[in-house]
């Protein structure tokens, strides 16, 4: 099923999810919505105590995260990338605090807690009024970004399906509530009619797809790399404008750092315009290094005749 939401909600349809197998689900929603009550240095403790039981427990993703982080940064000795590494799953056990806060929390509760970096870039964009793509990376803080960018511009996102249908449903929900329109990533035709309608798009493509892709070099090695940035670009002028959310210490809120358009782009050579897409995204993983989400396969796809990192 393909979703591209309207102005509309989706329905929870809750009776649907009272069975035995989603009451874990309910547990985790139940402290989502919890963690909303506390201030936001109050979540910061519980978080890294969730990401230190998945490092502990979950030893395959412990494993991906080092490789990763090994290849991305060859100079780190053993101790800097266990440090990093253990930072990392530290970031997303408070991001699971923190989705309740994007999904719950009010405008003005988001906008006392968020400072922005760089929004002439985003509104130098929009002037031309042709689009701007929002290109971001999987980060921690991926679903706050999201709700914080819905309060300088109606946003549009780009959504790829979660694997369990009750968490999907919720996410759909109480994303439709923040952003003006959400589409699947496989409904290109949505994606360049909101550009062509002048709207921003949220759009994160760091992830490992085998179809209409280029290898490019990324953070140390060699990955997929979409080319439909630049072909969604090249028929809409959209503008493509790189942008992360930056969770500060201690409570201090959220930073939202929005970066210059991408310049000549799309030059016309895909593999040109892949490496120019993947700067973008290793620029600012290498300035929040301990935020981004290392624990993806994102080498799984390798060119013919090289073997996978894992």
């Keep these: 099923?393909?979703?591209?939401?309207?102005?509309?909600?989706?329905?929870?349809?809750?009776?649907?999810?009272?069975?035995?197998?989603?009451?874990g689900l309910w547990l985790f929603?139940?402290?989502?919505?919890?963690?909303?009550?506390?201030?936001?240095?109050?979540?910061?403790?519980?978080?890294?105590?969730?990401?230190?039981?998945?490092?502990?427990?979950?030893?395959?993703?412990?494993?991906?995260?080092?490789?990763?982080?090994?290849?991305?940064?060859?100079?780190?000795?053993?101790?800097?990338?266990?440090?990093?590494?253990?930072?990392?799953?530290?970031?997303?056990?408070?991001?699971?605090?923190?989705?309740?806060?994007?999904?719950?929390?009010?405008?003005?509760?988001?906008?006392?807690?968020?400072?922005?970096?760089?929004q002439e870039h985003l509104e130098q964009a929009l002037a031309k009024g042709k689009?701007?793509?929002?290109?971001?990376?999987?980060f921690s803080t991926l679903e706050m970004g999201g709700a914080l960018m819905s309060l300088y511009t109606p946003l549009h996102s780009v959504y790829k399906r979660a694997h369990n249908p009750m968490f999907d449903t919720f996410m759909l929900h109480y994303r439709s509530k923040r952003l003006k329109k959400l589409i699947a990533n496989t409904n290109v035709r949505e994606f360049v009619k909101g550009l062509r309608d002048g709207y921003a798009t949220w759009y994160a493509p760091d992830q490992d797809f085998t179809q209409h892709v280029v290898f490019a070099p990324f953070l140390g090695?060699?990955?997929?790399?979409?080319?439909?940035?630049?072909?969604?670009?090249?028929?809409?002028?959209?503008?493509?404008?790189?942008?992360?959310?930056?969770?500060?210490?201690?409570?201090?809120?959220?930073?939202?750092?929005?970066?210059?358009?991408?310049?000549d782009f799309p030059s016309g050579d895909q593999y040109q315009d892949a490496v120019k897409i993947n700067q973008a995204l290793e620029e600012m993983v290498r300035r929040n290094p301990e935020q981004y989400a290392w624990v993806h396969k994102r080498f799984k796809t390798q060119p013919p005749g090289m073997p996978s990192i894992y």
């Design 1 to 23: 099923m393909a979703y591209c939401l309207v102005n509309e909600k989706v329905s929870l349809q809750i009776h649907r999810w009272l069975h035995p197998k989603y009451w």
């Design 29 to 118: 929603f139940g402290l989502q919505r919890l963690s909303t009550l506390l201030p936001l240095s109050a979540i910061e403790a519980p978080g890294a105590f969730i990401g230190w039981l998945y490092y502990k427990l979950v030893p395959s993703r412990r494993r991906i995260a080092r490789i990763n982080i090994q290849q991305a940064f060859p100079e780190y000795s053993a101790a800097q990338i266990e440090n990093l590494n253990r930072a990392h799953f530290k970031n997303l056990g408070i991001s699971v605090f923190e989705m309740g806060i994007a999904w719950w929390a009010s405008n003005n509760y988001l906008r006392k807690n968020c400072r922005v970096e760089g």
């Design 131 to 138: 689009g701007v793509i929002l290109l971001t990376g999987h």
């Design 221 to 263: 090695g060699m990955a997929t790399t979409l080319i439909s940035t630049a072909k969604v670009a090249a028929m809409t002028g959209a503008s493509v404008v790189p942008f992360y959310p930056q969770r500060l210490d201690k409570g201090r809120g959220y930073k939202l750092v929005i970066l210059p358009a991408l310049e």
